[in-house]
């Protein structure tokens, strides 16, 4: 077994020549008991593509020699805080050298970047990898579920009240989801240059005025539900559910196959409404989070 020295770092903008290497590496981990989450919330779950590996901040990885001993992606999350996507080691025999030599440098770089905290979502099964974080001073915060919806059934539903948010309804759009979902810095700066990221947004309408909002991204196998949410004004009505049903329709009629989202496990109201629409739970997670 090499000694902790004897692994070399570098990074994937070094070494671009590593990149099918690293991706095949994150395919090995996509499910089952070992499953390592994707940091990019879209892509959960779903086989890593070339282009998951563009979208993360950077990808540090451990060397034994020519060999590519373990690999740990920086995803994006908010201006303070990023998400993991790893590590992962193909040989988990060498984890207690080869875990050292990522996590030192990733605190460095993070402290480099203004970056104060990190978080894991650690897939439930996968024992191992929650033990390995843990012992790097990472602790559990909440636990949270992946969802997912078949929208084969929505393709011929009725859209009344639920319609693609026009330009001109982007400061409603962005007041109802800063005011639903106050943590996020999805409205920040402004919802334009969200779309020209490639969400989509879409209202609901009751009585003549912005009653709900919803952000979405990603398409083709999956969507991905990032945000919906009615403001207090006007809960009790069932709005969110019509709200729902409108955006899974709207997605079915641009041709996605199914559509996924996230929902914190305490969020029981949220997690009644998404089952009683028919999603289905995929795997469950704990969200560890730790100082850089």
């Known amino acids: 077994m090499p000694h902790m020295s004897s692994y070399a770092l570098t ?14 590496l994150f395919a090995t981990a996509a499910q089952g008991s070992g499953h390592v989450v994707c940091g990019l919330p879209a892509r959960m779950g779903l086989e890593p593509l070339a282009a998951d590996l563009k979208a993360t901040l950077g990808i540090l990885l451990a060397m034994s020699g020519r060999r590519l001993a373990g690999a740990l992606a920086i995803c994006p999350y908010s201006e303070d805080q990023v998400t993991l996507w790893g590590p992962v080691i193909p040989d988990q025999r060498e984890q207690p050298q080869v875990m050292p030599v990522l996590m030192q440098e990733l605190r460095r770089a993070l402290r480099e970047g203004g970056f104060a905290s990190m978080r894991a979502q650690i897939d439930l099964r996968n024992r191992t990898l929650r033990a390995w974080m843990m012992s ?13 919806r078949d929208l084969a059934p ?6 009344s009240d639920v319609q693609a948010a026009a330009r001109a309804d982007l400061d409603d ?6 005011e639903c979902f106050p943590d996020s810095d999805h409205h920040r700066p402004n919802l334009v240059q969200r779309e ?10 009751h ?10 991204q990603g398409g083709g196998r ?6 919906i949410g009615v403001p207090k004004s006007h809960r009790g009505k069932h709005l969110a559910r019509h709200l729902l049903e409108g955006v899974l329709a709207s997605e079915a009629r641009l041709g996605h196959h199914a559509i996924g989202l996230e929902v914190l496990d305490d969020n029981r109201a949220a997690v009644t409404l998404y089952e009683h629409s028919g999603f289905q739970r995929r795997w469950s997670a704990s969200l560890l989070i730790a100082p850089v």
């Open 154 to 159: 929505f393709r011929a539903a009725e859209i």
């Open 173 to 178: 759009t962005a007041r109802i989801l800063a």
């Open 222 to 227: 999956r969507s991905w539900l990032k945000l």
């Open 207 to 216: 009585d003549g005025k912005v009653a709900g909002a919803a952000a979405v």
């Open 136 to 148: 790097e001073g990472f602790a559990p915060w909440k636990d949270l579920h992946c969802y997912e």
């Open 196 to 205: 020209n990221e490639g969400y989509r947004h879409y209202i609901l309408r």
């Open 11 to 24: 990074d994937l903008d070094q070494r671009p020549d590593l990149a099918p290497n690293v991706l095949a």
